[in-house]
């Protein structure tokens, strides 16, 4: 009686394992499809930001802004320049330079 | 008869000794050929399931699935702290000719000069008959690829090349550095991180702003022009961390232009350079007396002599006579008195003061991210009167970037730091060891805020940022001799009652300014003209243009939580 239960068992468990490891299998290939697309995407990623990061450099934003408008940029005061935190749904408004003279 | 009758048959039993029974012995034949094939299976079905478990436990290695790198010319790319690109290689295609596999050579060149329109073909045709392989074109763009490729002959050959592109062009130019034919850094980041540059897969991230860069680059170019100077420099450095923000030296490059640099004048002047920086010293004379428990700000020096002796035959004066004789330790940082300093520098003695100067780095060749760094010159320290010239900034040379990190450990509470261009990963932060004692840096903040209060630096008074620090003009040597040349510097730290940035601008050989108008800062009203060429009237100006451009970037962007 043993016997038979010992083999049961053990064709159970190679059965279990073959079908676990077939559904591993396809887990897999699914993560090695979006591995793929992944990479491919990065790649493309890369190009597009290198695009923006010339398009969008300093340089080109003073360039863009001396053709097409006619004021000059200002210099922002720190004085001026304020901080909106949100307060238990309240808004406060702060002055940056206050914030900084407190860490200090 | 009887003999017939006597003659008997006996028949004996005649016993076989083959008989046919079930044995015990042949029960055990079956149920071990039973087992025997039994345990086969399970050897097998044992074998496969260790089989199987190994398979499931294995990791799939995903970064092998990923296109090898091992690409000629690979070289990570180089990002600023903001993820925005300083270097990025990409893949480009280069298309040659081979030949001897043209299959009609007359029509190939009718074609070629429809493509190419403004090529001189007789260098074509010449390049064809030579019968050897050629690039026809490097780098080509997409659309004329597809052109070439159209042609369909045979002999059109392309390859994939990957090339280095550099969109800020002249930004970062010293500090990133070239690189040459083969794919070897040959200065900057791209020599010193040659190896990593060429193994890793993910971006080198560096502790630079691009935006912050810029700024400092435009303001100083804007003053080189306005004080015609020969050249400048500026460093802005986390005074906490050694973090460099931005790094300009000019002139610079194009890196895109991969030309060959021979001309001197180009010497990266934040860590190539070395200069006498004159009286930015002084600051660290005083933070010497202090460190070495002999002052407090408030200790008085008596009845100084307008001139004093030292050496053979060797005078030192002050550079301005209104200067009083009975000065405090601040007064004489706030009035940049050479009389002071020398009388402090005696007090606190040579070997106190020499070991100051190297505890904070300021001797010898400092240890930095980029090969190209200057060497101090080797000090006699018994030779003439070198402590006391070294005490106002004379006699004495060093770099941009070991002023900045002497500065940094002066204000940061005393505490070493390594300048570092390339940002450090979470697990290889280390914590600075405190160097200079606790006092130093609370008495020295003050007396720095009060130099640009009341001193020679009032014009980088930017309201709201708090800003401390100390010029320095000093004359350049030539042929053993100081020349009306000078070097003027100011080393700013910002905010002062509790530093978190040091700013060093620098200009070369710069003059006076007829046209220039400077509106003050610590008064209503303006004032054309430089009168002098001093630092007070060149890079302190130019350093309040910066810190009044960049300061609300440093405020808004890297403010603590």
Same mark, same amino acid.
């Given at each position: 009686m043993k016997k038979p239960l010992l083999i049961i068992s053990i064709v159970a468990l190679i059965l279990m394992t073959s079908f676990v490891k077939n559904s591993t299998k396809k887990i897999e290939d699914k993560i090695f499809i979006l591995n793929g697309n992944i990479s491919s995407l990065k790649s493309e990623l890369g190009d597009v930001l290198l695009e923006y990061n010339y398009l969008s450099s300093p340089k080109k934003l003073i360039a863009y802004q001396s053709k097409y408008f006619e004021n000059d940029l200002i210099k922002i005061d720190i004085t001026k320049i304020k901080e909106i935190t949100l307060n238990k749904e309240d808004l406060e408004i702060t002055n940056l330079i206050n914030k900084i003279q407190t860490h200090e | 008869?009887?003999?017939?009758?006597?003659?008997?048959? !006996? $028949?004996?039993?005649?016993?076989?000794?083959?008989? #046919?029974?079930?044995?015990?012995?042949?029960?055990?034949?079956?149920?071990?050929?039973?087992?025997?094939?039994?345990?086969?299976?399970?050897?097998?079905?044992?074998?496969?399931?260790?089989?199987? &478990?190994?398979?499931?436990?294995?990791?799939?290695?995903?970064?092998?699935?990923?296109?090898?790198?091992?690409?000629?010319? #690979?070289?990570? %790319?180089?990002?600023?702290?903001?993820?925005?690109?300083? !270097?990025? +290689?990409?893949?480009?295609?280069? !298309?040659?000719?081979?030949?001897?596999?043209?299959?009609?050579?007359?029509?190939?060149?009718?074609?070629?000069? #429809?493509?190419?329109?403004?090529?001189?073909?007789?260098?074509?045709?010449?390049?064809?008959?030579?019968?050897?392989?050629?690039?026809?074109?490097?780098?080509?763009?997409?659309?004329?690829?597809?052109?070439?490729?159209?042609?369909?002959?045979?002999?059109?050959?392309?390859?994939?090349?990957?090339?280095? &592109?550099?969109?800020?062009?002249?930004?970062?130019?010293?500090?990133? *550095?070239?690189?040459?034919?083969?794919?070897?850094?040959?200065?900057?980041?791209?020599?010193?991180?040659?190896?990593?540059?060429?193994?890793?897969?993910?971006?080198?991230?560096? +502790?630079? %702003?691009? %935006?912050? @860069?810029?700024?400092?680059?435009?303001?100083?170019?804007?003053?080189?022009?306005i004080f015609r100077a020969k050249g400048s420099a500026a460093i802005l450095m986390n005074v906490n961390d050694g973090e460099i923000l931005a790094m300009v030296s000019l002139p610079d490059f194009n890196l895109n232009k991969r030309e060959t640099i021979k001309d001197l004048n180009y010497i990266n002047r934040v860590t190539k350079g070395t200069y006498e920086l004159g009286s930015v010293f002084k600051t660290f004379t005083i933070a010497s007396g202090i460190n070495a428990g002999l002052i407090e700000p408030d200790t008085e020096f008596l009845d100084s002599k307008k001139n004093i002796s030292c050496g053979k035959n060797h005078s030192i004066g002050e550079y301005d006579d209104e200067i009083p004789s009975?000065?405090?330790?601040?007064?004489?940082?706030?009035?940049?008195?050479?009389?002071?300093?020398?009388?402090?520098?005696?007090?606190? *003695?040579?070997?106190?003061?020499?070991?100051? &100067?190297?505890?904070?780095?300021? $001797?010898?060749?400092?240890?930095? %991210?980029?090969?190209?760094?200057?060497?101090? @010159?080797?000090?006699?320290?018994?030779?003439?009167?070198?402590?006391?010239?070294?005490?106002?900034?004379?006699?004495?040379?060093?770099?941009?970037?070991?002023?900045?990190?002497?500065?940094?450990?002066?204000?940061?509470?005393?505490?070493?730091?390594?300048?570092?261009?390339?940002?450090? +990963?979470?697990?290889?932060?280390?914590?600075?060891?405190?160097? $200079?004692?606790?006092?130093?840096?609370?008495?020295?903040?003050?007396?720095?805020?009060?130099?640009?209060?009341? *001193?020679?630096?009032?014009?980088v008074n930017v309201n709201g940022y708090q800003v401390g620090g100390k010029t320095g003009t000093a004359q350049q040597a030539r042929d053993k001799k100081y020349s009306k040349i000078k070097i003027n510097t100011l080393a700013s730290i910002f905010p002062s009652d509790n530093p978190k940035y040091v700013l060093v601008v620098m200009l070369e050989s710069p003059k006076t300014a007829s046209e220039y108008v400077y509106k003050y800062r610590h008064k209503k009203g303006s004032y054309k003209g430089s009168p002098y060429n001093t630092a007070g009237w060149t890079s302190v100006e130019a350093a309040g243009q910066i810190i009044e451009k960049i300061g609300p970037i440093l405020a808004t962007k890297y403010i603590e939580n």
């Open positions: - | 008869m009887n003999n017939k009758e006597n003659e008997s048959i !006996v $028949l004996e039993e005649y016993e076989n000794e083959f008989s #046919y029974k079930k044995s015990k012995s042949n029960l055990n034949i079956e149920f071990n050929r039973v087992a025997f094939i039994f345990f086969v299976f399970l050897a097998i079905s044992i074998i496969y399931s260790i089989q199987l &478990l190994h398979l499931g436990s294995l990791k799939l290695n995903f970064n092998e699935i990923k296109p090898l790198i091992n690409k000629i010319n #690979y070289r990570a %790319d180089i990002i600023d702290r903001n993820g925005n690109y300083i !270097v990025k +290689t990409v893949s480009t295609i280069n !298309v040659g000719i081979k030949p001897k596999e043209i299959i009609n050579k007359k029509h190939l060149l009718l074609m070629l000069n #429809y493509i190419y329109e403004n090529r001189d073909f007789s260098k074509i045709e010449k390049k064809i008959n030579s019968n050897k392989f050629f690039y026809l074109e490097k780098n080509i763009n997409p659309k004329r690829y597809e052109e070439l490729m159209l042609l369909g002959d045979k002999s059109i050959k392309s390859e994939e090349s990957l090339i280095r &592109l550099y969109p800020q062009d002249n930004l970062f130019s010293h500090i990133i *550095g070239q690189i040459d034919d083969n794919n070897n850094g040959i200065s900057g980041i791209e020599k010193s991180f040659d190896t990593e540059l060429k193994k890793i897969k993910e971006p080198l991230k560096l +502790t630079l %702003d691009t %935006d912050i @860069q810029f700024l400092i680059r435009s303001e100083l170019l804007r003053f080189q022009e009975d000065l405090t330790v601040e007064q004489i940082l706030v009035k940049s008195g050479n009389i002071g300093s020398v009388r402090i520098a005696r007090t606190v *003695g040579i070997e106190k003061h020499k070991s100051f &100067l190297k505890s904070i780095g300021i $001797l010898g060749k400092i240890d930095f %991210d980029i090969e190209e760094v200057g060497k101090p @010159q080797k000090i006699d320290w018994h030779e003439g009167c070198k402590l006391e010239t070294i005490s106002f900034g004379h006699g004495i040379t060093t770099t941009i970037l070991q002023l900045a990190k002497g500065y940094s450990i002066i204000v940061n509470g005393g505490y070493d730091i390594k300048p570092t261009l390339v940002k450090k +990963t979470l697990d290889k932060e280390i914590k600075n060891k405190k160097i $200079l004692k606790n006092d130093v840096s609370k008495k020295m903040n003050p007396i720095l805020r009060k130099v640009v209060l009341e *001193g020679t630096a009032k014009q």
